[in-house]
């Protein structure tokens, strides 16, 4: 079974960077997939930020895209998301997830639990 | 580019059916069979129910069905259990340098 889990810290200050990883376990991420980060404000709906092949190609969502990194390490099968100069706007529940798609299209069959970042001084 | 465009909530009784609609444009959800629709439960990461239009994962059970007509997508749930009470979003691929947008969610009541 798959399984994906979010670590980070919780709290980051204002224009300061979110870092945040995701570890996989039950699938090799250099076998295939793309694999993403979806975030969800409080109360809000569900946003993509964005995407890795397991190449290492990635996609961005427009609006987020001069800010955010996504990035692989297959030798720990983890991936990750940097997003700089946060402000309050990018507190929300961030998800990593596989998608299976045959392109970039949210399949996102697989994900991990989500974690709270609070962007707050 | 904007949310794909979901009604804010939809009920029903056990045992009736409800459909939830999910418009877009022609450059997404009129150009792609490639609509996807997430159940979420509070609290809880949301749960891939329906892929590329009217495909279910393995284990979903076959009281979800997807369909589409033009720029618009419909998820339809029959014999309504209270379980089935939660958020949904349906979300396409969107092609270009926008790739994927999700629908602003359908609360639904059971």
């Known amino acids: 079974q798959v399984q994906l889990q979010e670590s980070g810290p919780g709290l980051v200050k204002p224009s300061e960077t979110l870092s945040l990883t995701c570890s996989v376990s039950g699938y090799s991420i250099s076998s295939g997939y793309y694999w993403g980060w979806i975030r969800q404000p409080p109360g809000k709906g569900l946003e993509w930020i964005g995407s890795i092949y397991h190449s290492g190609s990635t996609y961005y969502n427009p609006s987020l895209k001069s800010r955010v990194t996504i990035s692989v390490d297959t030798s720990k099968n983890q991936f990750s998301l940097k997003l700089s100069s946060v402000t309050a706007a990018d507190t929300a529940v961030y998800y990593c997830?596989?998608?299976?798609?045959?392109?970039?299209?949210?399949?996102?069959?697989?994900w991990g639990q989500g974690t709270l970042v609070t962007v707050s001084s | 580019q904007s949310a794909l465009t979901q009604p804010a909530s939809v009920s029903g009784s056990p045992g009736q059916s409800i459909t939830i609609s999910c418009t877009g444009t022609?450059?997404?959800?009129?150009?792609?069979?490639?609509v996807s629709w997430y159940q979420q439960h509070p609290g809880k990461a949301p749960k891939l129910m329906i892929y590329?239009?009217?495909q279910r994962p393995s284990g979903v059970s076959n009281r979800f069905s997807g369909s589409k007509s033009g720029n618009t997508a419909s998820l339809t749930i029959s014999g309504l259990q209270a379980e089935d009470e939660a958020d949904y979003y349906c979300s396409s691929h969107a092609g270009g340098s926008t790739y994927v947008i999700f629908g602003g969610g359908t609360k639904l009541t059971v």
């Open positions: 997830a596989r998608d299976f798609g045959v392109v970039v299209a949210a399949n996102f069959d697989f």
């Open positions: 022609s450059s997404d959800v009129g150009s792609y069979n490639l």
């Open positions: 590329e239009g009217s």
